[in-house]
């Protein structure tokens, strides 16, 4: 593997984050958004899975009394 040195390393660099597309205000905002949504989503679904657990578990231990 050939060496390089600092400053053929900086130019690689420089060259490289050229080449970043980086996204649009709408579309980071967009994808905020959509992270928020599928966040509420599962913390919904999680906290109905949980509910229903518990409540069987409430009844099996119900029968054992």
Partial sequence: MAKTTPLEFI????????????????????????VMVMTLMLGVFFFTIDSIFEAIVKLLLSFAK
């Fill in 11 to 34: 130019r690689q660099v420089q060259t490289e984050t050229k080449k970043v597309v980086w996204p649009t205000r709408r579309e980071t905002i967009m994808t905020g958004v959509m």
